[in-house]
């Protein structure tokens, strides 16, 4: 089988067990791997024998045909940072690629601060084409999957007396006092139009990372200790977050970046509040709250 038919998503994985885990069920297995995804598990560090499934179809809902998917049990490098320069090489991009690590070496958050992937978290590269004018759709681009993150998590929430997320400046997802997520963002652009993007998602749902607090970032938070007794499982929350980017890069195509822009400013916990600006290499020790104080 080289390519999935139109109603299938096609997966590659180096542990069977866990992917039907963590999509909820059981796969026929396929026989090849299709060659539009050999070149993004190889770079991944994928072994000589993955075993391909199919599942129903994701994100066949922006009109390139369904996802590949790449799930590996432990990643020995950034998936993001692998996928972004992958694509920035030159590589070709026809359709939607969702890269997922349970555990990994190698992560990192904005300004290469340190985040740990750990097992019953979700840790997502999602690598889409796109055709886009390289003006404001560039940056309601960084902003869609945090207001996918908070609109996911916000949705799942399973009573409305727990807390509710937040998105801290642009990149952070925020929760009961401490951070549940992070995003990162690559575009590409040519003669005017941006191309494809690439987008990073981290979200704590089972396990708080042991990331010690700074002056610019709070102690982690997950889920499960937001919500005890009610945090869904990682697929659950997965097939959620995917569900809302398909959603809202349709938005974003029909109406332009107006409707993500006022979502992202309705879910910010910084708009209308007095904030500290720092250079982007500031030390985390280094900052003093009570300078460059703007509102």
């Not at 994985?13 to 026989?31: C, I, N, V, Y």
């Not at 992070?182 to 749902?205: F, W, Y």
């Not at 107006?258 to 400013?265: I, M, N, Q, S």
Request: include cysteine.
């Amino acid at each position: 089988m080289d390519t999935p038919t139109s109603n299938q998503t096609f997966v590659l994985t180096d542990h069977p067990a866990g992917s039907a885990e963590l999509f909820g069920k059981r796969f026929p297995a396929g026989q090849e791997i299709p060659a539009w995804m050999e070149g993004f598990w190889t770079r991944l560090g994928g072994g000589a024998g993955p075993a391909p499934l199919e599942m129903p179809a994701l994100l066949d809902g922006l009109g390139h045909g369904p996802a590949g998917v790449i799930h590996v049990r432990r990643a020995g490098v950034s998936q993001y940072r692998v996928v972004r320069d992958h694509l920035a090489s030159g590589a070709p991009l026809d359709r939607p690629v969702i890269c997922l690590a349970d555990e990994g070496d190698g992560f990192a958050g904005q300004a290469g601060r340190s985040w740990r992937a750990v097992q019953g978290n979700l840790h997502l590269t999602l690598a889409l084409p796109c055709d886009l004018a390289a003006g404001p759709e560039s940056v309601a681009l960084t902003a869609l999957h945090a207001v996918a993150a908070h609109r996911a998590v916000a949705a799942l929430r399973p009573g409305p007396e727990l807390p509710q997320p937040g998105i801290k400046w642009v990149n952070d997802i925020h929760m009961g006092g401490g951070k549940v997520g992070g995003v990162l963002t690559a575009v590409r652009s040519q003669e005017g139009r941006l191309t494809s993007v690439v987008l990073g998602i981290g979200l704590n749902v089972g396990t708080a990372p042991a990331v010690p607090a700074s002056r610019f970032t709070p102690g982690a938070m997950c889920l499960a200790t937001a919500w005890p007794g009610g945090c869904p499982p990682t697929g659950t929350v997965l097939l959620a977050l995917l569900e809302e980017i398909e959603s809202l890069v349709r938005t974003l195509r029909a109406e332009g970046p107006d409707p993500v822009l006022a979502a992202y400013r309705e879910a910010s916990l910084v708009i209308g509040r007095r904030v500290g600006i720092w250079p982007v290499d500031t030390p985390d020790e280094g900052a003093q709250h009570d300078r460059h104080s703007e509102r």
